[in-house]
């Protein structure tokens, strides 16, 4: 298919009384643009072939042809090139995206009783028709498996090693055995606060939960927002999202600095391969259950570990993408 453009001409008067000769340039006349690019022009053997008339660059999206030669797609120039395949692997992100009614369970991230990751795309480690997935994660809720009936906060924290999120959630209220408190999801969200966060490499969640002794949740809230703001950080009601990948675990070790007279009794970090990640946009959730000092008894005695259960929920989207021909 030809199109045409530009091509800048110029034309000379001889001035006699002067003996002056002056030039100045015509309008544009038009010629054939094969699609393509400079490479394509001279392989259809256009007469302006190696001339500076191949200087000419691409006419604007919007002219009615595909210069993949000049880096339209579908991504770049829809308007030329058609929409990009839909990304059949992912919800959309023309559409709205929001929380998942009935998140599915994603039981091989569950920790400590996860396995490896068994699906593909079509028989692909990632389908060539999607980009990279945008997602948002947090915390949902906290269940206290074994508990003495104090509050509880967590510190989450994750990096992909591009770009670092973290949140610290409110207290609970007293929690007993077998209680549970579900966070509001403007407290949990520690990946994709702002925004939902392209997301491209492995990705590695760190979860502590403290359980109030002394009550130093407000001097953890300012020690982490003091950080966050020193580095000029998004920041949400108690999370904070970061474009660098360490800044959020300083966030999070400054906020576990300040827990000085509470009890950090839940610890536990798992890595989400990156492959995964696009299979996470769908609506997903999964458990990290662990423990430790002690509950219940008397003095120590016929105690036992303390537990929690926290429920994980992530969702997103991704766009689709040009496949290679």
């Not at 949902?140 to 989450?156: E, P, R």
């Not at 580095?231 to 906020?255: N, R, T, V």
Request: hydrophobic residues 35%; contains cysteine; charged residues 15%.
């Amino acid at each position: 298919m030809n199109d045409f453009r530009p091509i800048a001409t110029s034309w000379c008067v001889l001035v006699l009384a002067g003996a002056a000769v002056g030039c100045t340039a015509s309008a544009p006349s038009r010629g054939p643009i094969v699609d393509g690019g400079p490479d394509a022009l001279c392989a259809a053997g256009d007469p302006r072939c190696g001339s500076p008339d191949m200087l000419v660059g691409p006419g604007a999206c919007g002219d009615g042809v595909c210069n993949k030669g000049f880096g339209e797609d579908c991504t770049t120039c829809p308007e030329d090139c058609g929409q990009c395949p839909k990304c059949s692997y992912a919800p959309s992100c023309t559409e709205a995206v929001g929380a998942p009614a009935n998140a599915t369970p994603e039981a091989n991230l569950d920790y400590p009783n996860g396995g490896p990751w068994m699906g593909n795309y079509g028989g692909a480690p990632q389908p060539m028709s999607c980009g990279s997935p945008k997602l948002r994660i947090g915390i949902t809720k906290i269940v206290a498996d074994k508990n003495d009936g104090q509050s509880i906060y967590c510190i989450i924290q994750a990096s992909d090693g591009a770009q670092s999120g973290a949140a610290i959630t409110n207290k609970t209220s007293g929690l007993k055995d077998g209680d549970s408190y579900s966070f509001d999801p403007s407290v949990g969200v520690f990946w994709g606060q702002k925004d939902l966060a392209v997301s491209k490499n492995n990705m590695t969640i760190t979860y502590n939960c403290i359980q109030v002794g002394q009550d130093s949740w407000g001097a953890v809230l300012m020690a982490a927002g003091q950080v966050a703001g020193q580095a000029g950080q998004f920041g949400g009601q108690y999370g904070w999202a970061f474009g660098a990948g360490d800044i959020g675990l300083q966030a999070a070790g400054a906020a576990l600095a300040a827990t000085a007279g509470d009890n950090n009794l839940f610890n536990a970090q798992q890595v989400i391969d990156k492959n995964e990640l696009l299979d996470l946009t769908n609506g997903k959730t999964w458990t990290i259950t662990a423990g430790g000092g002690s509950c219940g008894g008397f003095l120590g005695i016929a105690s036992h570990a303390c537990q929690y259960t926290l429920t994980v929920e992530s969702w997103g989207c991704a766009d689709g993408k040009p496949v290679p021909q």
